[in-house]
């Protein structure tokens, strides 16, 4: 059974977190909102926010810049990930992505089927590595990303899981 053990101290994860939309701001982004509140509340750092249209070109550069920071470990997105002709945002991380997480999207739907049944089908949410910087693409909904955050990412961002996690996995992402 997976579980997070005491034999292993907490380690800190900075995290930049992206809302994709045209219609959203700060003030009104209850999905970025939501994963901020859960990433300060399990401990870790939200070293960036921003907000970018649904546009390739747009969240490809915002995702390269975060991606050349030191200081950035993950970006989480919010938004762009639903079948519209807006939705662009697997697109855009899949120009970036040196290795895809196919796992983590195909994990999220399986979970989502639980709460809001077949209507999962319509998200392509997405996950990679590029740079050394996971990334993980979620939908727009704050219901999706509390799911995202409390049902997978809550736990393999956190170093103290077991039997693995992404947090072990960090040091070695550039190897060749």
């Avoid at 990930?81 to 290795?99: H, I």
Wanted: with cysteine; proline share 4%; charged share 25%.
């Amino acid at each position: 059974m997976s579980k997070v053990t005491g034999d292993r101290d907490f380690l800190p994860v900075n995290i930049a977190v992206l809302t994709v939309s045209d219609s959203r701001k700060l003030a009104d982004d209850k999905s970025g909102d939501t994963l901020v509140d859960r990433i300060e509340g399990a401990g870790h750092v939200v070293v960036d926010r921003d907000i970018v249209k649904d546009d390739v070109p747009a969240i490809v550069a915002r995702l390269q810049d975060w991606i050349g920071k030191d200081d950035v470990d993950v970006v989480i997105s919010t938004g762009g990930t639903g079948v519209t002709g807006r939705d662009v945002t697997p697109e855009a991380f899949q120009e970036v992505y040196d290795k895809e997480i196919p796992g983590f999207g195909e994990l999220f739907r399986m979970l989502s089927f639980d709460k809001i049944g077949t209507s999962t089908i319509q998200s392509r949410a997405t996950a990679g590595v590029a740079g050394g910087t996971y990334l993980f693409a979620l939908p727009g909904s704050p219901g999706a990303c509390k799911d995202a955050w409390d049902d997978i990412l809550v736990h393999q961002l956190d170093y103290r899981f077991k039997p693995c996690n992404f947090v072990e996995l960090m040091s070695r992402l550039t190897e060749t």
